[in-house]
Each structure stands twice: as C-alpha cells, then as structure tokens.
C-alpha cells in the first residue's frame, strides 16, 4: 500500500516541504506519497484524527495550526512540549506523536554559521512567534547565558519568556521593547543575530535600521531568502545564513522519523533549489502561493495586526 504523508496549513497550496519531501520518498524507493491539505482551524481536529489510519505515516504542521495541534495528539517529544509547538506528526499504531524538528534544524543551521569559531554565549532574537520558539529553545539547550529577545508586540516576547521560565532559570532570558536604541546597545553586547520575524519575506523591508548592525556578527535569518537583513549584514562586515540549513534539516528530521532511515541531504537541498527556481515559495511556516505569485507582504495590514507605535512596521512600510 503506497503511505501517505500530509502537511496541513492554512492557507498553504504550494510547498517546498513537498517538493523537498517527495524527492527523497523517490529516491529511496519508497512509495510513499507527500500531499498538501489546506485546513482552517475549523476542520483542523478531523484532519488530525484521519491520520491515525494505517496508510498514514504521519504529517507536517504548518501555520497557523502548529500550537494548535497540540492537544489532538496523543504524547509529544521534548522539543515539541518546550516549545509548545509540534511542526510533525510520527504514528504509533493508533497513537499520534508530536514532534518539534524546527529545534534541530535551528541547530544545524547554527553550527553552520558558527562554523570552528567558538560557540557564542549571547544572543539577540528578533521576533516571538513559533519560529522564535525553536530558536529560544535551542539557543537554551545549546548552553547560551544571555539571550534578549525583541518583539513588535512585547507582550508576546514577554510570554515567549516567561513560557521558558524554567529552563533558562540558570541564564540571562528577557524581552525588550523594540526600539533601534535599545538593540543597537544589545548587538553591541553579542555575537549572534537571528531574525525570526517575517520581515524580509517579500520586498525590501528590513526589521532594523542598516546602520545599527556593528561589523562582524553571525546573522542567521530564518527566511529561505537573501533578505536585506542579511544583505545589510554581510555588508557591514558579518558572517550570514539564511533559512535554507534550517529548512533543510527540520525535513531531514521528519523524514527519518517517518521512516526509519537517514534522509538523502543531497537530494533533498537539490530539490529545494530545483522547486525554489521553478516559483515555490511556501516553506514551513511561510504564506503560501501559486507558483511565481508574490505572497501577502507581512507589513501589509492584510497580513499584520495593527503595530503600536514606533513598531518595525513603520519602517517596513517605509522601506517597500
Ligand atoms: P509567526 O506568525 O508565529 O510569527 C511571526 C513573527 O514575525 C512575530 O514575531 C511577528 O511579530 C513578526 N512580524 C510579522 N510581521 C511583522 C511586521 N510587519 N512588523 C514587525 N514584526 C512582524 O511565524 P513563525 O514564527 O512561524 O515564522 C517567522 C518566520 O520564520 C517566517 O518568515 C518563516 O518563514 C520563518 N521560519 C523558517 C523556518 C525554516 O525552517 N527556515 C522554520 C520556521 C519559521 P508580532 O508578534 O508582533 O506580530
């Protein structure tokens, strides 16, 4: 029986994911297929329960569903209950396991960037949101003992936080507003940058002014993207890395927890390139679109609640 595999978004059409996902099902002969279920949050829980069938292997998660999903699951790793999120779904018999692979890729995409330089103690995170989550956690686990974490809306970085309480009990964690002063006096503190907002997806918006970002930082944006963040970066003399490790790995980890065995990096990063070329654009945790369309502008106030004043948005607006 071919097994299914199924990453449920909303909206998400078009996926990297599958692209990425497919090729290595192919290339290692197992028939099993990767398909993409639009669900609204109304239809989120039958979705779930589908997947306890025997031809599922199990599933990606996607926005906005990723906290969502957590109480229609049966047990959840510790990533997964960290980060109060779960990005893939594994089955055991009857039961659905809930996972957080964002953590892992997070942390290759981390070494990559801190290549044989030693590994930072301090960071700065820009964004709250779920992908700021995976980041927190795996800059905890990873041994950090000062991370700031700056949000548009504080009171979600403020949540983010006080949800890690414990486990960054012995470290420096905190939110602050987000103002250029105040970061530009934090990055002059560290050595590690990452963005995990989703300014930069589309257009030339920036999440911090170019001229604040000191010489010789290790900037890390989670979009699959050269972002003007990055752009800026490298010019000011930083080291850089976008979303793609990230991506790529946080796939390899759910594909050997479906099945069993390593993931075909080779293929997989080929075929990201491949479907990236071709106009995919939706990648876990990204708007999805046809290909070749442009997704909602997250300044947009389609796409954006609205910011309180002196917020990133302002300049996001500016700036595209
Ligand atoms: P969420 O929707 O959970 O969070 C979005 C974040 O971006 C929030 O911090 C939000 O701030 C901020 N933001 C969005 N628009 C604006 C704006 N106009 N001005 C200021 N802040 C803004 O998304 P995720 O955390 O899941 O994803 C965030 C980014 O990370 C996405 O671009 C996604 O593609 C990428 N990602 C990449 C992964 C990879 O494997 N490479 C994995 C996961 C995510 P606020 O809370 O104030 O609204």
Same mark, same amino acid.
């Given at each position: ?36 279920? !639009? ?27 990723? /906290? ?89 970085? /403020? ?26 006096? @934090? ?54 890395? !976008? ?40 990648? /876990?945790? @990204? ?9 909602? !502008? ?23």
């Amino acid at each position: 029986m071919t097994k299914r595999v199924v990453l449920i978004g909303h909206p998400v059409a078009h996926s990297l994911s599958g692209a990425m996902q497919q090729a290595a099902f192919d290339a290692l002969g197992i028939g099993a297929t990767y398909e993409v279920w !639009d669900r609204a949050p109304i239809a989120l829980a039958e979705a779930v329960a589908e997947l306890r069938g025997n031809d599922f292997l199990g599933a990606n998660i996607t926005i906005p569903h990723k /906290e969502r999903v957590v109480p229609m699951i049966d047990r959840q790793t510790e990533d997964a209950q960290a980060t109060g999120a779960v990005n893939t779904i594994t089955r055991e018999g009857k039961r659905l396991i809930g996972h957080n692979t964002d953590v892992a890729g997070f942390k290759v995409a981390l070494d990559h960037l801190v290549g044989k330089q030693k590994m930072p103690r301090q960071a700065v995170v820009l964004g709250a949101g779920g992908g700021a989550r995976a980041v927190v956690h795996g800059l905890i686990t990873e041994g950090f003992q000062r991370v700031i974490v700056f949000n548009r809306h504080l009171h979600r970085a /403020e949540g983010l936080v006080k949800h890690f309480a414990r486990s960054a009990a012995h470290m420096e964690l905190r939110a602050m507003p987000w103002h250029d002063s105040i970061i530009e006096a @934090e990055l002059a503190k560290t050595k590690v940058l990452v963005n995990a907002t989703s300014i930069g997806l589309t257009g030339a918006a920036i999440p911090i002014a170019a001229e604040i970002l000191p010489a010789d930082l290790l900037v890390l944006d989670l979009i699959y993207r050269r972002t003007p963040l990055l752009e800026a970066a490298e010019a000011s003399g930083s080291r850089i890395s !976008d979303g793609e490790v990230m991506l790529l790995h946080q796939g390899a980890a759910a594909f050997t927890l479906w099945t069993g065995q390593p993931a075909p990096l080779d293929v997989m990063q080929s075929s990201l390139v491949a479907a990236r070329a071709g106009g995919v654009r939706s990648a /876990e945790g @990204e708007p999805a679109g046809a290909p070749g369309e442009t997704p909602a !502008d997250p300044g947009s106030p389609d796409a954006a609640d609205s910011p309180p004043p002196g917020s990133p948005t302002a300049a996001v607006a500016a700036r595209d």
